[in-house]
């Protein structure tokens, strides 16, 4: 039996916190006996899929102008329950009780690679079996394209939305998977993963938060790095806080320094 801490996290973009259950503290932490080789290579979509979906549908159909939708998982990792072997190495405390923690957790180095190749399967069956063609996945987001104007009426929400939407919230609801209304979204411009979409004027953008954290990253590494004064590694640093020449042997600390770096701010 292992016993993991419990503690919470800021969410991103949000005050609200999320709830952690710690697998890697402790030395025979669930997280330290999986082989990192075996929780690589779970291949996830992206906007490159997207895209070329789009491009494909205004290459075909000049004039048809699109919709795109995307659909979330509600509880996600959650859902799926764990062997028996392994729920005894995930045991919590609440006041004073312990209980057996049944489904896969968020914080398992294991879990994603679990969550995505149930997702795959069933954006699978709704792709071959549902004939959605035009689907993608990303953890537990889906995304797709839909004529405009092509939509069904979806009882449960009592909405009329895009039919391929419709078409894949019916089968998440025949597998028994839940959503949540307000995570059911389409339209011309959409925000997908965290990229505003347009799918007729065929742009993929940063949106402007995103793009001023993303410019404000190197000005933070920049300064970090200075507060390291004195160590090996400092003449890396020119006088206005640029890089200067990267001489061989400097690779590796800065690499690791890096790595130090980006886990504390980035992950
Ligand atoms: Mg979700």
């Known amino acids: 039996m292992h ?26 932490s669930p997280n330290s006996m999986i082989n990192r080789r075996d929780i690589k290579g779970f291949p996830l979509d992206d906007m490159r899929h997207l895209g070329a979906g789009l491009l494909a549908h205004h290459k075909t159909n000049p004039s048809q102008h699109l919709a795109v939708f995307k ?58 079996v549902k004939a959605i063609l035009d689907l993608w996945m990303y953890m537990d987001n889906s995304f797709g394209i839909n004529k405009e104007g092509n939509l069904a009426w979806y009882h449960k929400y009592r909405w009329r939305m895009p039919l391929n939407q419709v078409k894949l919230l019916s089968l998440w609801d025949k597998l028994g998977i839940p959503h949540k209304t307000h995570k059911q979204l389409f339209g011309e411009k959409l925000t997908i993963i965290s990229i505003e979409v347009n799918a007729n004027s065929l742009t993929l953008t940063l949106p402007k938060k995103s793009l001023k954290d993303l410019l404000e990253e190197p000005d933070k590494f920049t300064t970090w790095l200075k507060t390291k004064q004195g160590t090996s590694w400092t003449p890396l640093l020119a006088e206005d806080g640029r890089m200067a020449k990267l001489e061989l042997q400097h690779v590796p600390p800065l690499m690791a320094s890096t790595e130090h770096f980006l886990s504390k701010n980035c992950r």
């Open 71 to 128: 659909s979330d998982v509600a509880e996600a990792y959650r859902l799926l329950p764990m062997h028996p072997l392994w729920q005894i190495k995930q045991i919590i405390v609440i006041n004073g009780e312990h209980k057996v923690n049944r489904n896969n957790c968020f914080s398992g180095c294991g879990s994603t690679g679990i969550y995505i190749s149930f997702n795959r399967l069933v954006t699978w069956i709704a792709k071959r």
């Open 3 to 28: 016993v993991s801490p419990i503690h919470t996290v800021s969410k991103p973009h949000s005050e609200k916190l999320r709830m952690v259950i710690n697998q890697s503290t402790g030395l025979f």
